[in-house]
């Protein structure tokens, strides 16, 4: 079970620290993953407690070089970091990043020793073509490189029109696409569900079968919202 959050470009130094010392430790068999801004990302590590790790938003396919502005996976290792989000459906489409390149960042990440949450998720018009069970399967077999083993990865599916506008997909929905997942990717790996997850929400969806945790976007941003979510982990 793991409980992310995805602070996206979110705070301040003051602001990332303060929301860092108040999240609760897990314990058990719960992981809390924080994922902040990335000039935060010691600032944060240095106040998180047990079972609370730390991920990059975000990485390069390229281990160093000319790329003005990125950052490579070794350095979110180098800072302590042990998981990075790649191909999160704002960078798909702000960025254009393609399978093919959430592919690439997904390796370069295992390459450097970090676990990368490969998060996929249908369009609107996709759902209401009746197209999201294949669309998500098509981004699943091109973004998560050929030879990853369980271990290797977190899977996260994050309905585009379910982000960041209080919709959160129906528990049926839900379960639907992740028993979809589950079939195409086996058994060992976590698959988050992400999408306007709060405390009100996230006990239920945390119960479903091929459920193995949250990754959390405006929620994550209040501490006794969050902790809240973490708890509704804890009970799972
Ligand atoms: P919200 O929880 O704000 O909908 O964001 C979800 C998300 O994009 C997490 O990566």
């Given at each position: 079970m793991l409980i992310a959050a995805n602070w996206k470009m979110n705070g301040s130094a003051d602001f990332a620290k303060d929301?860092?010392?108040?999240?609760?430790?897990?314990?058990?068999d719960v992981k809390v993953l924080i994922?902040?801004?990335?000039?935060?990302?010691?600032?944060?590590?240095?106040?998180?407690?047990?079972?609370?790790?730390?991920?990059?938003?975000?990485?390069?396919?390229?281990?160093?070089?000319?790329?003005?502005?990125?950052?490579?996976?070794?350095?979110?290792?180098?800072?302590?970091?042990?998981?990075?989000?790649v191909g999160h459906s704002e960078r798909r489409s702000m960025c254009h990043e393609n399978d093919k390149m959430v592919s690439s960042k997904a390796r370069a990440a295992k390459e450097a020793?970090?676990?990368?949450?490969?998060?996929?998720?249908?369009?609107?018009?996709?759902?209401?073509?009746?197209?999201?069970?294949?669309?998500v399967?098509?981004?699943?077999?091109?973004?998560?490189?050929d030879g990853f083993v369980s271990d290797d990865y977190v899977l996260a599916y994050e309905p585009v029109w379910a982000i960041g506008t209080g919709k959160t997909a129906s528990i049926d929905d839900i379960n639907e696409m992740h028993?979809?997942?589950?079939?195409?990717?086996?058994?060992?790996?976590?698959?988050?569900?992400?999408?306007?997850?709060?405390a009100a929400n996230a006990a239920d969806i945390l119960s479903l079968n091929n459920v193995g945790g949250v990754l959390v976007g405006g929620a994550s941003l209040n501490a006794d919202e969050f902790n809240a979510i973490i708890k509704a982990g804890i009970l799972d």
């Open positions: 929301l860092a010392s108040k999240i609760i430790s897990p314990g058990g994922c902040p801004p990335t000039p935060y990302l010691s600032a944060v590590k240095a106040e998180l407690g047990d079972g609370i790790y730390l991920g990059g938003q975000d990485c390069h396919d390229q281990a160093e070089g000319a790329y003005t502005g990125s950052t490579a996976a070794g350095m979110l290792e180098d800072v302590g970091c042990e998981y990075v989000l020793g970090l676990i990368p949450v490969i998060c996929v998720g249908e369009k609107l018009e996709s759902r209401e073509a009746g197209e999201h069970l294949e669309v399967k098509s981004q699943i077999k091109h973004s998560v490189p028993n979809t997942i589950r079939a195409q990717i086996g058994p060992g790996v976590d698959i988050l569900y992400g999408g306007s997850v709060k």
